[in-house]
């Protein structure tokens, strides 16, 4: 048995001669528990929020965008294309064209970006979970629709409990037209479009977007050819985006971009990243500083336990050995803390997920707050804790007990 372990468990739940030690001790492994809570909680929710956010955003993209270098639109025929579509893992090939343009209804006016996507983007995006209000529809008949993001709907005024043939007209400059033209509507092209859903993925683009038909989008923006502003590529297996990529890249060469979807949203990914870890920086400053009450913990429970140490250096124990007790003390109360710290987090993360116990204000996809657990956060913290448990350990009994024991 290990000698200065057992003692030092002993006095983890004796009862010191001081009750302020018990309380300083309650405090350190309080301090370590709460603090590890709520690491394991706040890294849980980021984690919950980035899976939601990503799975939005996957909603209204692809899994590669095929974009040109030079020039707004290109015309997406040719070998190199056809060999895209037979490409080993393409499921999905989907033309897209998009411009800003302007949208008035009744007396409201807005400048949204109108996309045109093709009869791929619904299953390859299952876009039409994300309709709140209304059906997903681009035409019906020869009346073109488009679904409006909740932002553009608010901005213009449509009522969702207005009937779907309600119009919205749509202004887009003609392109190679001569500016001098005596009459400004000769510049201009004018569309109807129908209202036929109202979808919700996040403020930014419900703010920004309307889906509707490419056909109709290649009219207002005055292409009378095939042409798109972008291609937009689903995978059956969205493990082989990476390969897939590089394949489209060596075909098409220098003169188009080929994005996963990482690279399509690369500054959203990034500013979660650093928000979370951000967070985890706080936490774990203010972590480090609870810690510290291990320091005065130990240092109260050396001058408590004199009469201890001299019974045992005069019993033949080691330096070592007596400094070993306390260094125990001082991992024991980390440990413990750490365990009952991850206990409560993961306790009250999964009460979040079947409770919903904090709700999610405003008009959003989900009712409360998502929450995701990542092994990496608990490997993270469980390491942090450890590391300044054990610094807070060394100090006082390497330091402290030197000096007591000589003296």
């Known amino acids: 048995m290990n000698l200065s372990l057992f003692i030092a468990k002993r006095y983890l739940i004796s009862k010191k001669s001081h009750n302020a030690i018990n309380i300083i001790s309650g405090i350190a492994l309080g301090g370590i528990a709460i603090g590890t809570m709520a690491l394991i909680i706040i890294l849980s929710v980021f984690n919950g929020i980035s899976d939601l956010v990503k799975t939005l955003y996957n909603s209204a993209g692809a899994d590669i965008e095929i974009t040109a270098v030079k020039g707004k639109t290109f015309l997406p025929t040719g070998p190199k294309f056809d060999s895209i579509k037979h490409l080993a893992g393409v499921k999905y090939f989907d033309e897209t064209m ?7 209804y009744q007396d409201k006016q807005c400048l949204a970006y109108i996309k045109g996507v093709g009869a791929d983007f619904a299953p390859m995006t299952h876009f039409d979970t994300l309709i709140r209000e209304g059906k997903y529809s681009l035409k019906n008949g020869d009346v073109f629709q488009g679904e409006f993001g909740r932002g553009v709907a608010e901005q213009l005024g449509i009522n969702s409990s207005e009937q779907n043939y309600t119009s919205v007209t749509c202004y887009a400059p003609k392109r190679g037209i ?40 290649r009219k207002l923006f005055d292409y009378t050819d095939n042409s798109v502003s972008s291609i937009e590529i689903g995978l059956d297996n969205t493990n082989l985006s ?26 959203l990914f990034k500013t979660l990243k650093s928000e979370k870890l951000g967070t985890f920086i706080i936490l774990a400053f203010i972590l480090l500083i609870a810690t510290f009450n291990i320091v005065g913990s130990l240092s109260m429970l050396i001058i408590d336990k004199q009469k201890d140490i001299a019974i045992l250096r005069n019993m033949g124990a ?3 050995t007596v400094q070993n007790i306390f260094m125990y003390e001082g991992i024991l109360i980390t440990l413990v803390g750490t365990a009952l710290g991850l206990v409560l987090g993961t306790l009250i993360c999964l009460a979040q997920i079947k409770f919903k116990l ?4 405003g008009n959003f996809v989900v009712d409360a707050y998502p929450v995701s657990f990542q092994l990496n956060d608990y490997l993270i913290t469980i390491a942090w804790v450890l590391v300044i448990g054990l610094l807070a350990s060394w100090y006082p009994v390497k330091v402290f007990t030197a000096k007591k024991i000589a003296a």
């Open 178 to 217: 001569d500016n001098s033209s005596v009459n400004p509507e000769d510049a201009i092209t004018q569309k109807y479009l129908y209202r036929s859903g109202i979808f919700s993925i996040n403020d930014d683009f419900d703010g920004r977007y309307v889906i509707t038909s490419v056909e109709f989008a």
């Open 242 to 267: 990476s390969k897939v990529k590089e394949q489209m890249k060596a075909l098409l060469g220098s003169g188009y971009l080929v994005k996963d979807r990482l690279e399509q949203n690369e500054l």
């Open 358 to 361: 904090v709700p999610m204000s």
């Open 318 to 320: 080691e330096i070592k």
């Open 98 to 104: 998009q411009d800003r343009a302007l949208l008035k």
